[in-house]
């Protein structure tokens, strides 16, 4: 799982995504990533959309990288 916030947030304290996202395990079994994007407030995919776009492309990617690896690690 990917949370991205923006480092410059005014509406929700980034740290929560530390505590928040990381406090309920059972919620996210293959572990939490949390990304902070410099330079962003609150509406980072508006605000800096290439950077956002590069961190979900980058997330997909290396999930799939570690689902392909499980898989031939399991046969």
């Known amino acids: 799982t990917l ?10 304290d980034t740290s929560l995504f530390d505590r928040g996202m990381t406090a309920y ?3 996210f079994p293959k572990g939490v990533q949390v990304k902070r994007i410099q330079n962003c407030g609150h509406w ?8 956002v776009a590069k961190a979900i492309i980058k997330h997909l990617n ?12 399991d046969d």
């Open 3 to 12: 949370g991205l916030t923006g480092s410059n947030d005014g509406c929700v």
């Open 62 to 73: 290396d999930s799939e990288r570690e689902e392909e690896e499980r898989k031939r690690s």
């Open 44 to 51: 980072l995919h508006l605000e800096r959309p290439d950077v």
């Open 25 to 27: 395990p059972h919620l």
